[in-house]
């Protein structure tokens, strides 16, 4: 019973930070033209975030993605790290939920 309350904060964790990171991620949106320019350095930063939180193959592609989406002008407003998170624990099959 006590694995599952630990899960579950792990769970929340993430996606408190995730909700943070995005936000982060979409404040350059609020500012023309020198958001663009702030997402230079924002993408790989996310990138390496993203593969921190969230191990193995989704880790992986999801750094990808975000990666792309940061450097990609006008998409700030993805939430690639709430959209990872919803995909991690809804919708990723139970057999690939290793050590995430």
Do not use: C, H
């Not at 702030?38 to 880790?59: E, H, N, Q």
């Not at 990666?67 to 407003?77: A, K, S």
């Not at 099959?93 to 050590?99: A, D, R, V």
């Amino acid at each position: 019973m006590q694995d599952l309350k630990v899960i579950n904060d792990d769970r929340m964790t993430k996606l408190f930070i995730g909700l943070l990171l995005d936000g982060i991620g979409m404040m350059s949106f609020t500012i023309p033209l020198l958001g663009e320019f702030s997402d230079v350095i924002w993408a790989p930063i996310a990138a390496f975030l993203m593969t921190k939180m969230y191990k193995g193959r989704v880790g992986k592609v999801a750094s990808i993605l975000t990666f792309v989406e940061e450097v990609l002008p006008f998409t700030d407003i993805i939430p690639s790290f709430t959209l990872t998170w919803i995909y991690t624990y809804f919708f990723q099959n139970s057999s690939e939920n290793k050590e995430i």
